[in-house]
């Protein structure tokens, strides 16, 4: 039997099995594998991860293709503008992971400041001797501003609570339409200022990434948006990486000009610049931002809806 749907995972739940029930038949393949290269030609779906590039070439090597899935809500490693101009579907997972992405962004900020891998380290290696009155501090969050980069539902999200912080959330998106952003989840009375990047920086005591990786945000915080920052300031990246410059950051934290970075993604990933690991004031996670069972399932189920129409439209 051809296979109409090539996918690099099982994902997680039953919702691919159900999809390859419906659309016979469903090979698993790991990327660019030769049985993948194989079935390339005769596939009608793609399913893909987001660290595994589609290319141009792979489109034209399959010209039965009508829909490309990602199981991420990124699609910057899909060749976006060629699938439309093939009629090929893409379908992503918004929605479904706002609320977990927002949650590691707020779990890599308090590891952060409250020290919170290296407390563990303390303990665990039997050297802690007791309470001692400056152990660990960190900065308080409470009063500060939170520059927010992209006012989307994961933004909003992430304003929400950095405000639940005591912190006063402040955004930057592509639009720079100026304005407010209203991030209450439609709760009225929670509105914050949409600003111009070279403003929101440098009152931002803590800088979260909530941006897609576009043409417009590639390199967006380079060495000289970094440097206007206020010192000791934090950065917190759950994005894409290639938005940040991630070197520049690196002399930054290494000069003591900032504060502390938290990363979940890295540019080039899962390729990590081996100085991360020795660069102080660092937490460092292996791009966890939708990592709950219950998300990791809503974006199966949604990402195969989305194929399934692609592959028998409504008439
Ligand atoms: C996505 O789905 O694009 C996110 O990066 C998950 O963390």
């Known amino acids: 039997m051809s296979t109409r749907i090539l996918s690099t995972s099982p994902l997680v739940g039953p919702a691919l099995a159900d ?37 141009e070439a792979d489109l034209a090597a399959a010209p039965r293709l009508k829909a490309i899935g990602t199981y991420s809500v990124g699609v910057n490693h899909l060749p976006v503008k060629a699938c439309q101009a093939r009629g090929i579907a893409v ?21 952060l400041t409250r ?16 309470w001692a009155p400056d152990q660990l501090m960190g900065p308080g969050l409470a009063g500060k501003a939170c520059g927010i980069l992209g006012s989307g539902p994961i933004g909003q999200a992430f304003a929400r609570r950095a405000w639940a912080l005591g912190m006063t959330p402040l955004f930057w998106d592509r639009e720079g339409s100026g304005g407010t952003v209203d991030f209450g989840g439609g709760q009225a009375g929670f509105s914050a200022p949409r600003l111009p990047l070279a403003e929101l920086l440098p009152r931002s005591a803590v800088l979260s990434l909530h941006c897609p990786l576009t043409e417009q945000t590639k390199g967006l915080l380079d060495r000289g948006a970094l440097e206007t920052l206020p ?41 990590v610049q081996p100085r991360w690991f020795t660069t102080p004031r660092t937490v460092l996670l292996p791009h966890l931002g939708s990592a709950t069972v219950e998300t990791r399932q809503a974006m199966a189920r949604l990402l195969c809806d989305g194929l399934a129409a692609a592959l028998a439209p409504a008439r």
């Open 115 to 130: 020290r919170v891998a290296e407390g563990e380290a303390l303990v665990r290696s039997g050297a802690w001797r007791g």
């Open 19 to 55: 999809l390859g029930a419906r659309f016979p038949a469903l090979r698993l393949a790991p990327y660019r594998s030769p049985e993948w290269n194989a079935a390339l030609p005769e596939a009608e779906a793609l399913v893909v991860m987001l660290s595994e590039p589609i290319t």
């Open 231 to 271: 010192a000791g300031a934090v950065i917190i990246n759950t994005a894409r990486g290639g938005i940040l410059d991630e070197t520049a950051a690196m002399d930054l934290l290494d000069a003591g000009r900032l504060g502390g970075v938290g990363l979940d993604v890295y540019d080039g990933e899962p390729k």
């Open 91 to 111: 379908v992503n997972t918004p929605g479904v992971l706002t609320d977990a992405t927002a949650d590691i962004a707020l779990a890599l900020l308090l590891a």
